[in-house]
């Protein structure tokens, strides 16, 4: 149980392109989902906190119109990296939470981005 | 603002030997705690968590881990590691009050476990 897809696993796209990372709880309802961004050999950093039908809450240096969340239903987030450059390039990884604070967050495989 | 450090950043065991991953935290109030497990190029896998009550908590594949809320510690243990162990791992404590409303969590930065035949 507990299940939390990442979709696409890997992408590689231009420098300007827009970039779309889907996030699903598969077998629960998320109220609650994370997107973290982690960068090579180090630890996840919480860039934003999305809950369902409400805007995103962003943590401080994420720029929210570099980085647009949409939580549209109970099982789906989406990232959007607009206007992606090289140093936007890196491991996204999305967890979803099917309750409050007393639930563990379950975590998606990742996506690898890479702007060239 | 909270904190985990592992201090630890590799960490090398003899397959069958005993494991222990060091997790210290900084937290102003009672801190949930996690550990979880990432293989190269993969998600996290929770292990265990302590929310309240036995300080020991059991986690899988044979993990546990002692919450002492006196050294402010959450070490991870395993008593004979197995070379599908190797991976890296990661302690974390919730909920994040950042102000803005975002409750995440803060994570360590991780230990990288290393098996020897």
């Known amino acids: 149980g507990a299940v939390v897809s990442q979709h696409p696993s890997w992408v590689i796209c231009k420098s300007g392109t827009s970039v779309k990372i889907e996030c699903r709880s598969l077998?629960?309802?998320?109220?609650?989902m994370f997107w973290y961004r982690q960068f090579p050999k180090q630890s996840l950093m919480l860039m934003a906190t999305s809950n369902e039908g409400s805007k995103a809450t962003y943590e401080q240096g994420v720029e929210k119109d570099k980085f647009l969340i949409n939580h549209a239903s109970l099982t789906l987030s989406t990232l959007t990296v607009t206007s992606a450059h090289p140093e936007d390039s890196s491991f996204y990884i999305c967890?979803?939470?099917?309750?409050?604070?007393?639930?563990?967050?379950?975590f998606g495989d990742g996506t690898r981005l890479s702007i060239l | 603002a909270q904190s985990v450090t592992q201090p630890d950043i590799h960490i090398t065991v003899s397959e069958g030997a005993s494991l222990e991953l060091r997790c210290n935290y900084s937290?102003?109030?009672?801190?949930?705690l996690f550990w979880y497990v990432q293989s190269p190029g993969q998600g996290l896998q929770l292990l265990l968590k302590y929310f309240s009550g036995d300080t020991l908590v059991q986690g899988i594949k044979g993990f546990e881990a002692e919450f002492k809320r006196s050294q402010s510690s959450f070490n991870l243990r395993k008593p004979s590691v197995h070379w599908s162990d190797a991976a890296e791992y990661f302690c974390a404590v919730g909920p994040m009050y950042s102000g803005g409303g975002a409750d995440g969590l803060t994570f360590g930065k991780g230990t990288h476990l290393i098996i020897q035949p």
């Open positions: 077998d629960f309802q998320a109220t609650t």
């Open positions: 967890s979803a939470r099917p309750g409050g604070y007393d639930q563990p967050q379950h």
């Open positions: 937290y102003g109030a009672t801190p949930y």
